[in-house]
């Protein structure tokens, strides 16, 4: 069964994409800031994590960043309400797999993830 992290300091953020991608048959857990969402990479070893990337303290950018470091194979997709595509482009360049905006659209969530899924299985 597919791990999947999803990270927002918003609760009913995290609580929607978790219920979803509960429904869809993931393994889903969530934090809801970076330190958290660290320690949670390094004992869930998720597949696949949803990272927003404006959060209090840490953010996600670093997190990223310390992701990608701890399991470069992770799947990270950052979701956020910015639509810059200058940060977008920061975050490929940190190795982040995708870059969604809010209101999330769970018809294209699923198929990243899917997507995403047959690419780790070959």
Known sequence: MARIL???DEIDACRV???FLTA???EVLSAQDGPTAIRK???FKPHIV???IIMPGVGGIEVLHEIKRLDPQVAVIMVSVVTEPEKAKRTF???AYDYITKPV???YLEKVVMVKLLDLLT
Do not use: A, N, R, T
């Open 6 to 8: 999803v990270v927002d």
């Open 93 to 95: 360049d940190l190795g």
């Open 41 to 43: 990479v390094e004992e």
């Open 17 to 19: 994409l978790e219920e």
């Open 24 to 26: 869809k048959g993931y």
């Open 105 to 107: 659209d769970l018809d």
């Open 50 to 52: 949803f990272l927003d």
